[in-house]
């Protein structure tokens, strides 16, 4: 069976750090490009970013871009999210998501086609 657990959301201030995790089991974590999106009270969920099964390509959102960081270590099956210098408005539930094979832009695609997502974590940042 497999299974995404991200972890690592909490209450922070505005500018402050946090780094998300995305624990896979079930699955061999090299094969597949992980993408990671939020969903805000009231919206729809959005791509955030991005990290691809071969060579660590990526991808983000132009609101994250040069904020968010995502990698990955496939000796440990765990992606990662650093956020840094966050604001209100990110202010979300964040989801792990991934995909065979994918690109990292592929995965912000509305047709990416997610093989399996994460139950979420919260991340509240006030101001």
């Known amino acids: 069976q497999v299974q995404l657990v991200e972890s690592g959301g909490g209450l922070v201030q505005a500018g402050d750090s946090l780094r998300l995790s995305c624990a896979a089991s079930?699955?061999?974590?090299?094969?597949?490009?992980v993408g990671w999106f939020r969903q805000a009270p009231g919206k729809e969920r959005e791509f955030v970013g991005s990290i691809s099964w071969e060579r660590g390509a990526q991808s983000y959102a132009a609101a994250v871009k040069g904020r968010f960081t995502a990698s990955r270590d496939n000796a440990k099956n765990t992606a990662y999210l650093q956020m840094n210098s966050l604001k209100p408005e990110d202010t979300a539930a964040y989801y792990c998501?991934?995909?065979?094979?994918?690109?990292?832009?592929?995965?912000?695609?509305?047709?990416?086609?997610?093989?399996?997502w994460g139950k979420g974590t919260l991340v509240t940042v006030s101001s």
């Open positions: 079930g699955l061999t974590l090299d094969r597949y490009t």
């Open positions: 998501a991934v995909k065979l094979f994918a690109t990292a832009v592929g995965m912000g695609r509305p047709d990416a086609g997610i093989d399996y």
